[in-house]
T-cell receptor, first 112, second 116 residues
Framework: DTAVSQTPKYLVTQMGNDKSIKCEQNLGHDTMYWYKQDSKKFLKIMFSYNNKELIINETVPNRFSPKSPDKAHLNLHINSLELGDSAVYFC???????????FGPGTRLLVL | AQSVTQLDSQVPVFEEAPVELRCNYSSSVSVYLFWYVQYPNQGLQLLLKYLSGSTLVKGINGFEAEFNKSQTSFHLRKPSVHISDTAEYFCAVSEGSGGSNYKLTFGKGTLLTVNP
């Protein structure tokens, strides 16, 4: 069974569109995260939720909005997509804050 | 603010040779340290972590790392690499005394290429 899953795996879309990426974890963890990995492989945290509460919100355009319907899910909605949003987006989860994070396989977003 | 520096962006080695991937961090408080590996087109997988206790940490796939507080380093080592170890390796640090301060900061990665 996949511990942290993301859908879709690939996403190709036009500038200006709105898209969502879904993340689910079946590890029973309390904390979930979204990371962005750019073309140079640099990983940066975007958001973190603990028990459905937003605890980390880095300097991310407000076109990005995370939503956590329950502890096992953390979705990422992106409005008005721009070329610079092209990247790989990783979801992760951990049992507690500062504990080991388990990563999903990534969603490769390409904005044309 | 915490930061992580991986001193080598690329490390090419021959199969069965030893390897060391270097990582230095800066932080004003106590830290947790991690090494993750990313195989091509995959997510990140934890290799090993240092939380407290023994400064020599052993991980999966024969990797180990040593925490050196005075040098603020956490270098990753393997005595004999295999072709299958070819991947991107990320060092990461977390600090903070409480929930809202927690953040995992990654280095820029080191691409390890093992050649036959």
């Amino acid at each position: 069974d996949t511990a942290v899953s993301q859908t879709p795996k690939y996403l190709v879309t036009q500038m200006g569109n709105d898209k969502s990426i879904k993340c689910e974890q079946n590890l029973g963890h309390d904390t979930m995260y979204w990371y962005k990995q750019d073309s140079k492989k640099f990983l940066k945290i975007m958001f973190s939720y603990n028990n459905k509460e937003l605890i980390i919100n880095e300097t991310v355009p407000n076109r990005f909005s995370p939503k956590s319907p329950d502890k096992a899910h953390l979705n990422l909605h992106i409005n008005s997509l721009e070329l610079g949003d092209s990247a790989v987006y990783f979801c992760a989860s951990s049992q507690f804050l500062r504990e080991t994070q388990y990563f999903g396989p990534g969603t490769r977003l390409l904005v044309l | 603010a915490q930061s992580v520096t991986q001193l080598d962006s690329q490390v090419p080695v021959f199969e069965e040779a030893p390897v060391e991937l270097r990582c230095n961090y800066s932080s004003s408080v106590s830290v947790y340290l991690f090494w993750y590996v990313q195989y091509p087109n995959q997510g990140l997988q934890l290799l090993l972590k240092y939380l407290s206790g023994s400064t020599l940490v052993k991980g999966i796939n024969g990797f180990e790392a040593e925490f050196n507080k005075s040098q603020t380093s956490f270098h990753l080592r393997k005595p004999s690499v295999h072709i299958s170890d070819t991947a991107e390796y990320f060092c990461a640090v977390s600090e903070g005394s409480g929930g809202s301060n927690y953040k995992l900061t990654f280095g820029k990665g080191t691409l390890l290429t093992v050649n036959p």
